[in-house]
């Protein structure tokens, strides 16, 4: 399968720890993309990375979020001290560049309990 | 403020229905319009974009700035359509901005 990748596909956490989700994006994709989905709603937008560099955060991503794309390649995205508000399913999306089609992973699902 | 409203959380039409599904959007640029779709149990997956003026699945959806309306339409409704379809909307720099999504219900 050469979709977009995303490990773990659900995770359960008890409030206060920490978690990261990584993605791995289609090959050659300069540009990677975080949301986050909540139920009823649709995805919402986190941040984008053209390959290695962080372009924009979105106001939703506090600080006790962080994502790095260290090599261009696939990303992390780790949540500290996590509050139940946090329980979400987690997009990954990559595209060739700007403008193109993003093509998004199936999802990391968090219950934070 | 850039904005997508899907007005419906759930049609339900029968097979060979016709089918609109309704999305407004707002935004002062030059918009670019997608709609995405999510079967149960699978990924979302881009169903179609205005610029390509493609028909997908015999999906169509006109771009309306006057109306600032992009809606999905198909003459006859199959089973297998039954979903979730997003509304999207993509700008400058190029996060997508999603609606909230209506549930496509088609009965046989």
């Known amino acids: 399968d050469t979709g977009v990748s995303q490990d773990p596909r659900h995770k359960i956490t008890k409030r206060g720890q920490n978690v990261t989700f990584r993605c791995d994006p289609i090959?050659?994709?300069?540009?990677l993309y975080w949301y986050r989905q909540t139920l009823g709603q649709g995805p919402e937008f986190l941040t984008y990375?053209?390959?290695?560099?962080?372009?924009?955060k979105s106001r939703l991503l506090s600080d006790r979020f962080s994502a790095e794309r260290p090599k261009g390649s696939f990303s992390t995205l780790e949540i500290q001290r996590t509050e139940q508000g946090d329980s979400a399913m987690y997009l990954c999306?990559?595209?060739?560049?700007?403008?193109?089609?993003?093509?998004f992973g199936p999802g990391t699902r968090l219950t934070v309990l | 403020a850039q904005r997508v409203t899907q007005p419906e959380k759930l049609l339900s039409v029968f097979k060979g229905a016709p089918v609109e599904l309704k999305c407004n959007y707002s935004?002062?640029?030059?918009?670019?319009l997608f709609w995405y779709v999510q079967y149960s149990r699978q990924r979302l997956q881009l169903l179609l974009r205005?610029?390509s003026r493609e028909s997908i699945k015999g999906f169509t959806a006109d771009l309306n700035k006057g109306e600032t309306s992009f809606h999905l339409k198909k003459p006859f409704a199959q089973e297998e359509d039954s979903a979730m379809y997003y509304c999207?909307?993509?700008?400058?720099?190029?996060?997508?901005?999603f609606g909230t999504g209506t549930l496509l219900a088609v009965q046989p």
């Open positions: 990375f053209q390959n290695e560099a962080q372009l924009e």
């Open positions: 090959s050659e994709h300069n540009r």
């Open positions: 205005h610029i």
């Open positions: 999306a990559s595209s060739p560049g700007g403008g193109d089609t993003q093509y």
């Open positions: 935004y002062s640029g030059s918009p670019e």
């Open positions: 999207a909307l993509g700008g400058a720099t190029n996060k997508l901005i």
